[in-house]
């Protein structure tokens, strides 16, 4: 944790607040978890950096055996427990492989269930910074299926 602390920190007082540091990582593991809590400082080049380390924190809600249900309350829970712990909303993303997820392919999960958990952090009160695809090549050949569902929920 401290040297992924120190060379975020480093970054973020070299290349300016304005860099982004972000991190996706399999939901539960405590290393990430505790990465996108951090908080850090460094000076470099005569420019300072103090404060949290990771703007954004993306768990990758996929690529193991869940019922749709089971797996709507792994994303809800690990939200919980991440703000429980002092992140930000602003600062969680829920991810998944592609929404070719919605193409039934093992391991993965319907673009629907998706939206239906992040609908439940939003009716909890958490508007949770949005969700994201890891694998474009797919989403695109199938026309976007995933961007144009959440984006048709968040009005974009």
Do not use: N
Request: contains cysteine; glycine residues 10%; charged residues 20%.
């Amino acid at each position: 944790l401290d040297s992924l602390v120190t060379a975020s920190a480093r970054l973020k007082a070299s290349r300016g607040a304005d860099f982004a540091v972000t991190v996706s990582a399999e939901p539960g593991a405590p290393l990430y978890e505790d990465f996108a809590l951090a908080e850090g400082q460094a000076t470099v080049d005569g420019r300072s950096w103090s404060g949290p380390v990771c703007d954004l924190y993306g768990p990758q809600f996929y690529d193991f055996a869940q019922a749709a249900a089971e797996r709507q309350a792994t994303i809800v829970a690990t939200a919980q427990r991440m703000f429980d712990r002092g992140l930000p909303p602003s600062r969680f993303v829920i991810g998944t492989t592609y929404a070719g997820s919605a193409i039934g392919d093992p391991g993965q999960m319907p673009v629907d269930e998706y939206l239906a958990a992040y609908r439940t952090l939003v009716d909890a009160g958490h508007r949770v910074r949005g969700a994201y695809v890891w694998d474009m090549t797919i989403e695109a050949r199938d026309g976007y299926p995933f961007a144009e569902t959440f984006g048709a929920e968040l009005g974009t």
